[in-house]
């Protein structure tokens, strides 16, 4: 269920790690568990399964300060939010139950393989919204796409990666809400919201089967929740999101590639 491990030196570079995290996090539109669960397991060296779940509960308070803040500034569609979310629901079930059948290795080659594929998906949706945008010459303004189609496969895909691999299945959601070309404050905000539903739903699929690590989780979160309230009013503040969207969108994918190798090569 839970423990307190012992503390060692290491874990005092959580909390500048977490608050970086939960920074970038509420502004890229994910609750950082992408992150965690690496620095879990090939940095700190925690076993997998227990990775998982600490990771999850870790990513809750960025997730929850994020989506408020982006709510509050008028940066979440409900709507959306809500198709992702309740076929993640769904998903997240299923992905705890594949987490209990599979080893910590075949974890650790699934999440760098999806994590692979989800940047190829981000890299080429940018590159293909680009090629619209100069052949349109608007600034990005959509042709209709199929929102209910879209949101329920990578609504369960994120919901099943979010209780798979303790992540916060921030790469389907965004490269979902990408493909239906919103706005990135409206993906960002939206992003946030289905993230922390899928989460909440994937702690509690997990709480029965797997071991939380509080003491990671106090080091990690004691920085996250800052980083989580500043990244909202960052990115409010900033007039030069939209203009550098296709840029964000590329270096996001990079982010996910590396993480990708390192967890295959780890």
């Not at 996090?25 to 568990?33: A, P």
């Not at 629901?89 to 992905?95: D, N, Q, S, T, Y």
């Not at 965004?174 to 239906?180: D, T, V, Y």
């Amino acid at each position: 269920m839970y423990y307190f491990s012992s503390v060692e030196p290491i874990y005092y570079l959580l909390p500048i790690i977490g608050l970086i995290v939960g920074l970038l996090g509420t502004m890229l539109g994910g609750g950082g568990g992408f992150v965690f669960l690496p620095i879990l397991t090939l940095l700190i060296g925690t076993p997998a399964q227990t990775a998982v779940i600490t990771s999850l509960v870790a990513a809750l308070p960025i997730c929850t300060v994020g989506a408020g803040g982006h709510f509050r500034k008028g940066n979440v569609d409900v709507r959306v939010g809500m198709l992702f979310a309740v076929f993640g629901i769904l998903g997240a079930f299923v992905g705890a139950a594949i987490a209990g059948w599979i080893t910590p290795t075949q974890l650790k080659m699934a999440f760098g393989i999806y994590a692979l594929l989800m940047a190829v998906n981000i890299y080429f949706d940018t590159l293909n919204k680009k090629r619209a945008e100069l052949a349109e010459g608007d600034s990005g303004t959509p042709s209709p796409r199929p929102r209910f189609a879209l949101g329920a496969i990578f609504g369960s895909l994120a919901g099943l990666i979010t209780g798979t691999f303790g992540t916060s299945g921030t790469a389907p959601v965004l490269a979902g809400l990408f493909s239906m070309r919103l706005g990135l404050k409206i993906v960002i905000g939206t992003s946030l919201m289905i993230v922390l539903v899928n989460t909440f739903f994937a702690v509690g699929a997990h709480f029965l089967i797997g071991q939380i690590d509080l003491t990671l989780v106090i080091f990690l979160t004691s920085g996250s929740a800052i980083g989580a309230v500043i990244g909202p009013l960052l990115l409010s503040n900033s007039s030069r999101v939209n203009k550098s969207e296709n840029s964000i969108r590329y270096g996001y994918a990079a982010v996910m590639a590396i993480i990708g190798v390192l967890m295959l090569l780890g």
